[in-house]
């Protein structure tokens, strides 16, 4: 993500917090421009190490106090099997249904529209009187360049 693309979500960050009438402190802002710089997810620890460096006396609770924030506006999402955190780029919609692609080598996110997954899950939730509170869909594999590099060490082992 560029810096002129992370600046453009802090600002709508900072515009849906003044519409909704919560605040994005200067600590969960600081929180949200951590999450938007890295090139994938990224754990609490690790965002906690990253504040350390403007924030010496940042302390865990600092972390999952703006995770918490930032999760209820939407704003991020968890990556609940590397017990980690990305960017979401649909902050107008808090509530849509979140595809997320993993790759188990680089750990990158790519978060697709999961309108189909999301009309069948709804579906089913209807069927059996189960009252969906949020839907997140994570699958795991090989992002595209990994699987380039993959498929090449492969045949090269077989040369």
């Not at 600046?7 to 200067?26: G, Y």
């Not at 188990?104 to 309108?115: I, K, L, W």
Request: aromatic letters at 6%.
């Amino acid at each position: 993500m560029t810096k002129q693309d992370q600046e453009k979500i802090l600002s709508q960050a900072k515009k849906i917090c003044q519409a909704r009438n919560v605040r994005l402190t200067p600590q969960r802002e600081e929180v949200l421009r951590l999450i938007a710089a890295q090139p994938c997810a990224i754990s609490a620890y690790d965002l906690l190490d990253l504040l350390r460096i403007s924030e010496p006396q940042a302390k865990p609770p600092t972390i999952y106090r703006g995770l918490e924030f930032l999760l209820e506006q939407g704003f991020i999402h968890k990556i609940e099997s590397t017990n980690s955190y990305v960017i979401c780029p649909h902050f107008e919609d808090p509530k849509h249904t979140s595809v997320m692609l993993i790759c188990d080598n680089c750990g990158s996110v790519a978060e697709s529209n999961g309108q189909a997954v999301e009309t069948a899950i709804l579906k089913l939730a209807k069927q059996t009187g189960f009252e969906l509170s949020h839907t997140v869909v994570e699958s795991h594999g090989l992002c595209l360049p990994c699987n380039k590099i993959e498929k090449n060490s492969v045949k090269a082992k077989h040369y």
